[in-house]
C-alpha cells in the first residue's frame, strides 16, 4: 500500500471503501495485460457495488485475455481532500495504481446528478477535462448507461458514448483499442473506426447549430459518422454473462446481497418511465438457469439474501415455479428472497406465501404513482384502484402490517383533484387494513411518498413541461393538508433536485459550459442532501448564459429537433408522438403480451419477434 494512501486512511470515514482487496476481486499480472480498463463509477463505493451492471461488465472484460478492468469509485469529500493535501492522484482499488495510466477509462451514467463528479474524478486523475485537450490516443474517455440516451450534456468531455448493453460492445471497442495501439493509431483514426461499430456515438463527429431562440437548427455528423447512433442490446440472456462469482465487499454497501436478474425490459410502457422504453424489447432468463445461478451464487459469496431483479420482478412469467427451486435451496439455510419491483395488479395469494416461506414480512411497496384512474389511465399505468386495494387486503390478511406507495405529483395532464385522489386512495387502503387484518394490535404503517415529475428523453412526456418548484410544493402542501390519518406517513422529495434533472436530462452540448462552471464552484456528489447547493448551479446558469426553465419548464413541439436526435432506443418517435396524444385523450395502451403496439423495438430482436410477447 501506497505510504500517502496509508496515512491517510487513519484520517478519513470508513477507510474500508479505499483500500480493495475483497474477496472475488481478480489480479492479473501486468506483464500478461495489454490494455487496461478503469471502470469508474462516479459515486460512493456502496452505491458503485451495489450496481449490477458494474459487476456484469467487470466479469465480462476480465474474462478477455490481455484485458484487466479495474474499479474506481469517488472518494467522499473528506478522502478527496486527504489526496489533494497529499498529492495522491486517483487511483484504482485493485492495482492501487494511477487512474492516468490506464488504457480506457470509462464511467457508468445513470443518473444525470453524477455529473460533475465525473469531472471530479478526471480532475482527481490528473486528465485534462475535455476531449478536445487529450489528443493522444490514451487515455481513451469513454462512458454508458442511462443517461447516454442523451449525451450531449457531457459530449464534450467524452471521446466515446456506448449506447444500450455492454456485454457485447465493449468488448468490441476493446479490441478495436488494442489493434489501434499496437499499429500506432492516431485518436482521429481511432475515433473514425469505433463509429463503425453498431452501438457506438463519437460525439466529436458530430456539429450543433441553434436558432436565435436558443432550440436546435441542425445536428450535422461528418461524411464518416452515422446519421443515427442504435441502442446495442443481449438477444439471449440465457447465453449471456451472469456473476456468479461476484465479489464480496469487505464494508457494508447499500444493496449487500445476492442480485438475480429476471428479465430486462418492461412490457408495462408507462409513459413516463425511461428505462420501459429504452431497455425495450423484454428478454428473460430460463427459471431453471436463474434458480441454479442464484444457488450458485449464495454458495460462493455466503450471502444471506437474494434479490428477484428487473424493472417489474411480478410480471416474470415463471415467477412462482423459480421461487419454489429458490426456496428449497434457501428455506434450510435461512436465506431469504426479496422481490424489490412488485405490482398491485398480479400480487396473488400464491406469491405472498412464497415470500413469507423466503422471511420477508416487513413491508411491501406499490407504485400506483397517480391517485386517480383518470390519471393512471393517462400515464399508462394500467393498474386501478381495486387492483391495488385488493393486492393491499391479501397482503393484510397474511399478516403484513406495513405498506408503501409511491406516486409522482407533477404529471401531465394532472388536476387538483387527481393530487387529492391520492390522499383518497391512502385511506381506503388503511381501511382495508382494518377489515382485514387479523391482528389490529399490531397497528399499520402506510407510507405515502411523492416525487416530482421529471421528464426524460425517449418517452411518450420527452416534450412535456416540468411544474415549477412552486407549483409542486403547492401540491405538496395540499396532499398534506388532507393526510391527517397518524396511520399515514407522507414523505416528499425536494423538488430542488428534480428541478435540475429535469434540465440536465434534456440539456443540449451547451449545457457542458455549466457542469464544468458549476463544478469548478464546488459542485459534486449532487445528489446527495450533503453537498448539493442549488445556488450553485443558478449561478452557473447564468454565467453561461443560459436559463434552466429553458429546459425544464418549456413545452416542446413536435417539429422541434430534440437534443438526442440521432440516438435511438429502438423505438420510433412517431410511436412516442401517438403515446402522447393518447395520454391527453386518456386512452390506454395493452401491455405488450396482450399486444403488440407496433413501438419499432421488435426490429431489434432476431426474427423480429419480441420476447415479452
Not at 442532501?529 to 452557473?540: K, M
Request: negative net charge; contains cysteine.
Amino acid at each position: 500500500m501506497d505510504h500517502k494512501l496509508e496515512r491517510i486512511l487513519a484520517r478519513v470515514q470508513k477507510p474500508g471503501r479505499y483500500v480493495g482487496g475483497e474477496y472475488n476481486a481478480i489480479h492479473k499480472d501486468k506483464e500478461t495485460v495489454d490494455c487496461r480498463f478503469a471502470f469508474c463509477f462516479p459515486d460512493t463505493y456502496e452505491i458503485g457495488m451495489s450496481n449490477l451492471g458494474l459487476r456484469i461488465l467487470y466479469g465480462v472484460m476480465n474474462e478477455m485475455e490481455g484485458v484487466w478492468c479495474e474499479r474506481v469509485f469517488a472518494p467522499w469529500g473528506d478522502m478527496e481532500d486527504e489526496m489533494r493535501k497529499e498529492g495522491l492522484p486517483l487511483y484504482a482499488l485493485e492495482s492501487g495504481d494511477p487512474v492516468a495510466d490506464f488504457d480506457i477509462i470509462g464511467f457508468s451514467l445513470g443518473y444525470e446528478m453524477a455529473y460533475t463528479n465525473v469531472l471530479n474524478l478526471l480532475d482527481l486523475a490528473g486528465i485534462p477535462l475535455r476531449s478536445e485537450d487529450r489528443p493522444g490516443l490514451t487515455p481513451l474517455i469513454i462512458a454508458g448507461g442511462t443517461s447516454t440516451y442523451n449525451p450531449e450534456p457531457l459530449a464534450p468531455f467524452l471521446d466515446v458514448v456506448i449506447l444500450g448493453e455492454g456485454e457485447e460492445v465493449n468488448v468490441e471497442l476493446i479490441q478495436l483499442y488494442r489493434k489501434a495501439k499496437k499499429e500506432g493509431w492516431t485518436k482521429e483514426q481511432l475515433l473514425t473506426a469505433a463509429a463503425q461499430i453498431s452501438g457506438i456515438y463519437v460525439p466529436s463527429l458530430y456539429t450543433v447549430s441553434y436558432h436565435e431562440d436558443g432550440t436546435i437548427r441542425e445536428i450535422l455528423p461528418r461524411d464518416v459518422a452515422p446519421k443515427v447512433v442504435t441502442k446495442r442490446l443481449v438477444s439471449d440472456m440465457d447465453a449471456s454473462y451472469y456473476p456468479v462469482k461476484t465479489i464480496v465487499p469487505s464494508t457494508e454497501i447499500t444493496h449487500d446481497r445476492v442480485m438475480l436478474e429476471l428479465f430486462r425490459g418492461c412490457i408495462r410502457g408507462c409513459r413516463f418511465c425511461q428505462a420501459g422504453f429504452v431497455y425495450r424489447p423484454v428478454r428473460g432468463r430460463s427459471h431453471d438457469l436463474l434458480a441454479q445461478q442464484g444457488i450458485d451464487a449464495c454458495q460462493d459469496s455466503g450471502y444471506q439474501e437474494m434479490t428477484l431483479m428487473s424493472l417489474s420482478s411480478s410480471d416474470y412469467p415463471d415467477l412462482l415455479p423459480l421461487c419454489d427451486e429458490l426456496l428449497d435451496f434457501c428455506q434450510p439455510r435461512k436465506i431469504s428472497i426479496s422481490l424489490p419491483s412488485l405490482r398491485a395488479d398480479n400480487f396473488s395469494m400464491n406469491l405472498m406465501e412464497k415470500l413469507q416461506q423466503g422471511g420477508r414480512k416487513s413491508g411491501l411497496t406499490f407504485a400506483p404513482e397517480a391517485g386517480s384512474q383518470r390519471l393512471r389511465d393517462a400515464i399508462n399505468k394500467n393498474v386501478t384502484e381495486e387492483d391495488l386495494l385488493n393486492s393491499c387486503r391479501t397482503a393484510f390478511e397474511g399478516g403484513w402490517s406495513s405498506v408503501k406507495l409511491y406516486f409522482m405529483l407533477g404529471l401531465p395532464t394532472e388536476t387538483d383533484e387527481d393530487v387529492l385522489g391520492i390522499a383518497d386512495l391512502a385511506n381506503k387502503v388503511y381501511h382495508v387494513w382494518r377489515n382485514s387484518t387479523p391482528n389490529r394490535s399490531r397497528g399499520v404503517r402506510i407510507t405515502v411518498s411523492t416525487s416530482c415529475f421529471v421528464p426524460k428523453s425517449h418517452t411518450p412526456f420527452q416534450w412535456e413541461a416540468q411544474n415549477t418548484m412552486e407549483e409542486y410544493l403547492r401540491k405538496v402542501t395540499l396532499l398534506r393538508e388532507h393526510l391527517r390519518n397518524k396511520s399515514i406517513t407522507y414523505n416528499w422529495h425536494d423538488p430542488e433536485t428534480s428541478f435540475l434533472e429535469a434540465a440536465l436530462s434534456r440539456g443540449d452540448r451547451r449545457m457542458a459550459d455549466v457542469i464544468e462552471t458549476a463544478w469548478k464552484n464546488g459542485a459534486k456528489f449532487d445528489s446527495w442532501s450533503e453537498y448539493f447547493s442549488l445556488q450553485t448551479w443558478l449561478d452557473a446558469f447564468d454565467a453561461c448564459g443560459l436559463s434552466p426553465s429553458f429546459y425544464a419548464h418549456r413545452v416542446r413541439d413536435k417539429e422541434e429537433i430534440l437534443p438526442w436526435h440521432v440516438i435511438s432506443d429502438g423505438v420510433k418517435e412517431s410511436y412516442l408522438w401517438k403515446e402522447r396524444e393518447a395520454a391527453y385523450q386518456g386512452v390506454i395502451t395493452p401491455d405488450c403480451r396482450v399486444k403488440c403496439s407496433g413501438c419499432g423495438a421488435n426490429h431489434l430482436c432476431e426474427g423480429g419477434i419480441c420476447h415479452g410477447q
